[in-house]
């Protein structure tokens, strides 16, 4: 591994597999952080890029038991964006308590904390908890930075004065 600075980190891999691994095995996070990963190319600019959509660990409670299976919770995980897959325990239906999807969120849509999901006539809120979702600004739409730091935003609002 080899850190460059301004957020630039270069990991070596001891063959292509390993590396083909990595950046299909995600979404990666060092604690909170997550790690937008790019396949090194000769001459690549080193530039951050504008992140519209991120892969996001969501994790949905109280979900019916009618809905616990592929179709149904691809059906759950579309109400905040594009589903990807599921971790193991929900996808053998091991652990019931919560199901655990990774998402494609996108900086355009909201990510709401709860939506309703209907079991013919009866009603249940599902609960929402995004697991390492970065910081989005509301300005830009993007993900990466928060709104308050947003230069675009302190700009505008200088103009305004």
């Not at 990991?11 to 060092?30: A, N």
């Not at 600019?45 to 919770?73: A, C, H, S």
């Not at 355009?108 to 697991?131: L, S, T, W």
Request: aromatic residues 12%.
């Amino acid at each position: 591994m080899l850190a460059k600075g301004e957020g630039f980190i270069f990991f070596i891999f001891e063959s292509p597999s390993c590396c083909s691994e990595v950046l299909e095995g995600g979404p990666w996070y060092i604690g909170e952080f997550l790690l937008i990963l790019k396949k090194w190319t000769c001459m690549m600019r080193l530039t951050k890029d504008k992140i519209q959509k991120v892969p996001v660990w969501v994790k949905f409670f109280n979900v019916p038991m009618e809905y616990w299976d592929t179709d149904g919770l691809s059906r759950i995980a579309s109400a905040v964006g594009v589903p990807l897959f599921t971790d193991h325990l929900t996808d053998k239906g091991t652990r019931v308590a919560f199901a655990r999807i990774c998402v494609e969120v996108d900086a355009n849509a909201k990510q709401p904390p709860f939506f309703p999901v209907y079991c013919g006539e009866r009603q249940v809120i599902v609960k929402v908890e995004y697991q390492g979702l970065p910081a989005k600004c509301e300005h830009c739409l993007v993900f990466g930075h928060d709104t308050t730091k947003c230069v675009a935003t302190q700009e505008a609002k200088l103009v305004n004065l």
